[in-house]
């Protein structure tokens, strides 16, 4: 057995399971739960160990270094020998998979250039906020064909500008068959970690993601325990319901305030969910947590990291791997004692923070300078 149940559904039956009640953590995280293998482990004393390699996953690609969510973004990625690289997931009108961060696409392609879309501009309520622009559930694949990738960072990554307009959205097939050459090319395996964008907002329209994803992943063979895929989500619902769908490991995003959007009305927070007795339920659908890097170093009143949370070590007692989000090179995305001088965009001393996660135990942190992770995890190791 494993922390997860590993049942496959038949296709027919993948409405039925996508509309079943799941059980959500509870407001008070003291509650007592049921525990599957879990418990088992602990009985004999068996927390997981820190992998012999963390692993590092290119943020959204290598996006320090081009347009995040491009095929040239994750070729270079995997050019940086990053173990993962990262595909966040929305849907087109038509139902495809493409690799955006939002649904919304002024801030990372050309489409308010695009005349012929102007009247697709309009405003919508996203995970309870009001949002205007234009939104790819409104464009078909062919149409988002049109559009290129823009920089989302320029002031802070101006170099990367000069590759504003060249580089198409790509879809999930299409960043799987790069994953597939590149493999062949390197004589080595390399990971896909797709996150589901938005995943209570899609179900609502009739765009449920989680459906074309487990069919990609099947047609691709990334639908095993042991694939080198986890699929990722700051949801709870969806993760209980791919569970049920595919045996691909899943990870558990949390953020360091807040809460999943899909269990608003009861309350549940990130802080419940990371905690002790709620890393316990969530080793019963998923296989990973991937907290805020400050929910493994805290900071104090200066913006210093302090002494590490007790999280790695809950969560590997319950069974779970940890993968945090997201380490960059520039100052203004380090903790204050990793920085260095005072320009903001300046590279710092991000070897220092990753240094320090892996000390703290984790299992793999996303990092959008992939070469800057693997220098210092190898570093690390040595
Ligand atoms: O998926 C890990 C991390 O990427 C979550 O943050 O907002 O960059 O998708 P975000
Ligand atoms: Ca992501």
């Given at each position: 057995m494993t922390p997860r149940t590993l049942r496959r559904m038949a296709p027919a039956s993948l409405l039925a399971v996508t509309a079943l009640t799941v059980s959500t953590l509870p407001a008070d995280a003291t509650a007592p739960v049921e525990r599957a293998i879990p418990a088992a482990a602990k009985a004999k004393g068996k927390a997981l160990q820190q992998l012999d390699v963390p692993l590092v996953f290119g943020h959204r690609g290598a996006s320090g270094y081009r347009p995040e969510h491009t095929l040239a973004a994750y070729e270079l990625a995997i050019r940086m020998g990053a173990d993962f690289i990262e595909p966040d997931l929305v849907s087109t009108k038509d139902g495809v998979l493409v690799t955006r961060?939002?649904?919304?696409i002024s801030g990372t392609t050309?489409?308010?250039?695009h005349p012929e879309f102007a009247s697709r501009r309009t405003t919508k309520t996203i995970d309870g906020a009001s949002i205007t622009g234009w939104f790819?559930?409104?464009?078909?694949l062919a149409e988002l064909k049109t559009l290129r990738a823009e920089e989302r960072l320029p002031q802070v990554r101006?170099?990367?500008?000069?590759?504003?307009?060249?580089?198409e959205i790509p879809t999930l097939v299409e960043v799987l068959r790069l994953v597939q050459t590149w493999e062949k090319r390197l004589g080595t395996k390399i990971g896909v970690s797709p996150e589901t964008k938005h995943p209570t907002y899609f179900d609502s329209i009739g765009l449920s993601l989680e459906e074309p994803l487990v069919a990609t992943l099947e047609r691709f063979g990334l639908d095993r325990r042991k694939s080198n895929a986890v699929i990722q989500s700051f949801e709870v619902s969806n993760l209980k319901d791919l569970d049920q769908l595919i045996d691909t490991p899943l990870v558990q995003l949390t953020g360091a305030s807040g809460g999943p959007f899909d269990l608003k009305a009861q309350g549940t927070t990130y802080a419940q969910i990371v905690s002790a007795q709620g890393l316990e339920q969530v080793s019963r659908y998923a296989d990973w947590v991937g907290p805020e890097k400050s929910q493994v170093l805290p900071r104090n009143a200066a913006g210093a990291t302090t002494t590490p949370s007790a999280l790695v070590r809950d969560a590997h007692r319950a069974g779970l791997r940890v993968t945090v989000y997201t380490v960059r090179d520039e100052n203004q995305f380090l903790p204050v004692n990793f920085r260095?001088?005072?320009?903001?965009?300046a590279k710092g001393d991000v070897r220092g923070e990753i240094v320090q996660l892996l000390d703290a135990g984790v299992d793999g942190f996303f990092a959008d300078f992939p070469d800057s992770g693997v220098d210092a995890r190898d570093s690390w190791l040595r």
């Open positions: 961060h939002e649904n919304e050309d489409v308010a250039d790819t559930e409104d464009f078909t101006p170099g990367n500008t000069r590759y504003d307009g060249r580089f260095v001088g005072v320009d903001p965009v």
